[in-house]
């Protein structure tokens, strides 16, 4: 089982950029689908974006595409989502997570190793 950790979270203000990382333990990290979801104060945890193995293929959630970038360095055994033009409804703690059912599939329950979560907080 994997075990995920991340980092990089914190208070910005509106059209700011944060950086969040996803460290991850073990040796087949290279092997994952991974993606980054976020859950906002009495919402649904939510799919952000995803990026294959290899790191060739990147999915986003509509409302962060254009301004998010998703991307990996297998040989550290980190995933990273770089975060630009944030806005206040970006509020909320950004998870990551290992896919198992498959690219495509961004539901919650096709992720399962599921980070501690950062707290991520964007003022007006």
């Known amino acids: 089982q994997v075990q995920l950790v991340e980092s990089g979270g914190g208070l910005v203000q509106a059209g700011g950029s944060l950086r969040l990382s996803c460290a991850a333990s073990?040796?087949?990290?290279?092997?994952?689908?991974m993606g980054w979801f976020r859950q906002a104060p009495g919402k649904e945890r939510e799919f952000v974006a995803a990026v294959s193995g290899s790191g060739v293929r990147e999915s986003f959630a509509d409302n962060v595409k254009g301004r998010f970038i998703i991307s990996r360095e297998n040989a550290k055994n980190t995933m990273y989502l770089q975060m630009n033009s944030l806005k206040p409804e970006d509020t909320a703690v950004y998870y990551c997570?290992?896919?198992?059912?498959?690219?495509?599939?961004?539901?919650?329950?096709?992720?399962?190793?599921w980070g501690q979560g950062t707290q991520v907080t964007v003022s007006s």
């Open positions: 073990g040796r087949t990290f290279a092997n994952y689908l």
């Open positions: 997570a290992v896919g198992r059912t498959g690219w495509g599939f961004w539901r919650p329950s096709d992720f399962d190793s």
